[in-house]
Structures are given as C-alpha cells and as structure tokens.
C-alpha cells in the first residue's frame, strides 16, 4: 500500500518519515511527519493518535481522503506524472 493509497482509504492517520510530498499533513489536521530518526517525535504522533476520541479520530481520516482526493486531481501533479513517465519511456 503507498501512501496516497493510505490516505485515500482513511483506514489510519499516517506518520510519514519522508517529508518531501506531504510536508504539510500536520497543517491539514490528517497525520503526522516526522523524521525516520526522530523516535521521540514518532512516540509522541502514536501517543497523540491513541489519545483521540472516535470523533477525533474521524475527523482525522475524513481530512487524509480530502487531502488524497485534492492530490491525485491536482492537475499540476497529474501533468508533472505524465512528463516522468514519458521521459522514462523515451516519449518526451
């Protein structure tokens, strides 16, 4: 399972280590970044996910689908996919 696909299925909050695509998943109120080495940080997103209430913890997932839904129908990504994958077939 990727990560938009974790998004889009709303089944958890995620905690991603590599910031680069999602780095605003905290701001959005759907899940957590946080470095691969920082423990402390990756405990303390757990501890947070455990402590929400099921209302909380609904909010959470509904956020993450409209955050997956509003990436994969972003037409900038969807143009930037287009080019790599013609680049990479020698289509370009």
């Keep these: 399972m990727?990560?938009?696909s974790i998004l889009q299925e709303g089944v958890l909050p995620p905690s991603i280590s590599v910031p680069r695509l999602w780095k605003d998943l905290n701001?959005?109120?759907?899940?957590?970044?946080v470095p691969l080495e920082d423990?402390?940080?990756f405990?303390?997103?757990l501890t947070d996910l455990s402590a929400l209430a099921p209302e909380g913890r609904e909010r959470m997932r509904a956020a993450a689908r409209a955050y997956a839904?509003?990436?994969v129908e972003n037409p900038e990504i969807k143009t930037l996919n287009l080019k790599m994958f013609?680049?990479?077939l020698g289509l370009s």
């Design 86 to 88: 013609r680049e990479v």
């Design 43 to 45: 405990r303390r997103a």
């Design 39 to 41: 423990a402390n940080g």
């Design 69 to 71: 839904q509003a990436y």
């Design 27 to 33: 701001d959005k109120g759907c899940g957590w970044v």
């Design 2 to 4: 990727n990560r938009i």
